[in-house]
């Protein structure tokens, strides 16, 4: 039996910026994914920093230093997120590594062989703080169209190498129609669709007046969101062709914020398809971690200390709250109180859901084990049993091996289904006398026998609350203990209550 391969990847992360929650989350996330099928084979688990562009060159010269030396001194942190919060990956690779620029040297020269690169003249508009060439069409005020940006935009005239995207854009939505759940959630995948459906222009990837990054032949630099997205393939060893990445692409899971999705599902599957590369299987863009229904944001100042906030809560704490929040692929609102409330209880929450799988594991097993036994033939040909019939009201024993034969398959059907009905009717009796005993009880005074008062009342409702299901009981047992409590001031019969 072949052994399984599981391969995700997070998002490279801007070296530059400082670290918030929502980084933390999306490592949290392909951690977890990683920790789960490491149980079932082999598994690569990569992230990462992204440390070439603009935005790093101009930070690195403000501080005086060369853009090498203040990238080693920044990935730092980025590193110490991944420890601090038990993310345990497999490779952390950097954009600035001699292992990657070779390989996306090579990409270069690749791609231009096979005539998807060409030289054209580029003009149009550039922001900086988001590395991206935007058409005038998509200007906002004349300023980005991020609505996490927003800044101003300057024209650039330059000559430049150009990726052809848009010859591919019919094979990617034959590619989305085909494989409609390879982007999700379904909200990402519509958004791609409709912007495939909206035409392709042809993608810049070189820069010429920048220094710091990705050398071509022949001048400029490799475009940065290029340069980025191969990352994927040259940690695993692309270039040498290296039994990792023959073991572990295409990858799996490529977990994304949704704000880069269309990098990672137009982009990246085009350049791929141009290397003569499969797609990866899966491009998962999850949702924003939300303060008061706004985007966490530098610019706003709402960005929360993944730092700061681990060592108030543990990291423990952190991971289960940003797992089991909200359904993943939505966004969700983040507060500490929320947190505070979460990490109360993580035993007994997880506790609760594991007994609810373990409950539905074993119904399942037992509705397979039923049909098991009415498929399952007898052992002498057909001959024995054949006029055997379950006696009305007979119970079938699911952990017994049953030599059923075809004309006995009806009575035990029959005779399964008449079991399931006494079982449920007599769950559903005990439940409800369960129900008049608390609501009677509730009725009382709640005194102790002796004549001193219940000092907490309300655990009567939580030590009940395990079996009556039906917190409209819960609710008519209330109102019946409100309106005993205007009958005491006549009532006798306090001390009966100590018999409850």
């Not at 023959?246 to 994304?256: H, N």
């Not at 006696?391 to 091996?401: C, P, Q, V, W």
């Amino acid at each position: 039996m072949s052994q399984r391969h599981f391969y995700v990847t997070t998002p490279i992360y801007y070296v530059s910026g400082n670290p918030h929650i929502g980084h933390a989350y999306t490592s949290i996330a392909a951690d977890a994914l990683a920790r789960y099928h490491r149980t079932c084979g082999k598994t690569f688990f990569l992230t990462g920093t992204d440390e070439h562009g603009q935005k790093v060159a101009s930070a690195a010269e403000q501080a005086g230093m060369t853009p090498q030396v203040w990238t080693d001194t920044l990935v730092r942190k980025w590193q110490d997120l991944c420890a601090r919060y038990d993310v345990a990956y497999d490779d952390f690779i950097r954009t600035s590594e001699p292992r990657h620029v070779v390989q996306c040297v090579e990409v270069f020269e690749r791609l231009k062989a096979s005539g998807d690169v060409y030289l054209g003249k580029y003009e149009g508009w550039y922001c900086t703080n988001d590395e991206t060439f935007w058409l005038e069409s998509k200007l906002v005020d004349g300023r980005c169209p991020n609505p996490e940006c927003g800044r101003e935009v300057q024209w650039l005239s330059e000559d430049n190498w150009f990726f052809a995207l848009s010859k591919y854009r019919d094979r990617l939505l034959a590619h989305y129609r085909e494989h409609p759940h390879w982007v999700r959630p379904e909200r990402s995948y519509n958004e791609m669709f409709a912007t495939l459906e909206g035409g392709l222009d042809d993608l810049c990837i070189s820069r010429v007046n920048l220094q710091w990054g990705v050398p071509l032949p022949g001048g400029g630099v490799m475009y940065v969101w290029l340069d980025a997205l191969l990352n994927y393939i040259t940690a695993l060893g692309w270039s040498n062709d290296s039994e990792r990445f023959r073991t572990f692409w295409p990858a799996d899971v490529q977990l994304v914020g949704k704000e880069i999705a269309r990098f990672h599902t137009i982009i990246w599957p085009a350049i791929l398809w141009a290397l003569g590369l499969p797609e990866p299987r899966t491009v998962f863009a999850h949702g924003w971690i939300t303060i008061e229904g706004e985007k966490m944001s530098k610019s706003v100042g709402n960005v929360v200390d993944p730092f700061a906030l681990v060592d108030r809560f543990g990291p423990d704490a952190i991971r289960y709250f940003l797992l089991r929040e909200a359904p993943f692929g939505s966004d969700f609102s983040f507060s500490e109180t929320k947190v505070l409330q979460r990490s109360r209880q993580p035993a007994e929450a997880l506790a609760r859901d594991a007994r609810a799988v373990s409950q539905r594991r074993r119904s399942r097993a037992r509705r397979g084990n039923v049909r098991r036994a009415l498929r399952r033939p007898a052992a002498d040909g057909g001959s024995a049993n054949r006029g055997a019939r379950f006696s009305r009201g007979a119970r079938l024993d699911l952990g017994t091996r049953h030599r059923a034969q075809p004309d006995d398959r009806r009575a035990q059907t029959v005779g399964a289904a008449q079991e399931r009905r006494r079982r449920r009717t007599r769950r559903l009796a005990l439940r409800h006398l369960r129900g008049i005993a608390l609501a009677f009880a509730l009725a009382l005074p709640l005194h102790a026998g002796n004549g001193a008062r219940d000092p907490a009342p309300t655990r009567r409702i939580r030590r009940t609350r395990g079996f009556m299901g039906a917190g409209a009981r819960l609710g008519e047992a209330r109102a019946r203990h409100a309106d005993a409590a205007r009958r005491r001031a006549t009532l006798s019969t306090h001390r009966r209550v100590g018999r409850f």
